[in-house]
């Protein structure tokens, strides 16, 4: 099993919103909990009246073992804070936003490095790569 960090704060979670932005932004800050939404249509115990719930988690053990023993779980999902992010909002277009946000991420995007002061200006600077991803993925 892969080897992902502790949530930021574990007397926190539980406590975020549900519904909050989906992927992107390329760079990570801190975890804040790890969600497995559950889907009745697919098989999980329907307890809210049909719609579709989440358990959270401290570790990504926790969430990867509930969701492979329950029917109707998803794979785990981090939920991320973003302190800034790089928006993409064409192909190729990136903007340095400069706002906070929560996302859920797939817990593999946790495997790029954390957002350090240098991450977002090195991809930004005219002597960057061609390929400025390498930065977010510690290869340049």
């Given at each position: 099993m892969a080897e992902y960090p502790n949530v930021k704060d574990a007397s926190l979670i539980g406590t975020y919103p549900a519904l909050v932005s989906g992927g992107g932004g390329y760079v990570?800050?801190?975890?804040l909990e790890y969600?497995?939404?559950c889907h009745p249509h697919?098989?999980?115990p329907d307890t809210e009246?049909?719609?579709d719930y989440y358990y959270v988690f401290e570790t990504y053990g926790e969430a990867l073992e509930f969701s492979e023993a329950t029917l109707g779980a998803e794979q785990p999902l981090a939920l991320i804070v973003q302190e800034e992010y790089i928006d993409e909002p064409e192909p190729?277009?990136?903007a340095h936003i400069k706002a906070q946000r929560l996302t859920e991420w797939p817990v593999e995007f946790l495997s790029r490095p954390r957002?350090?002061?240098n991450t977002i200006p090195a991809f930004?600077?005219?002597d960057a790569p061609k390929n400025?991803?390498?930065?977010?993925?510690?290869l340049a």
């Open positions: 990570w800050d801190d975890v969600r497995v939404w697919d098989g999980a009246d049909g719609n190729g277009q990136f957002r350090h002061a930004f600077a005219p400025r991803v390498d930065i977010l993925r510690g």
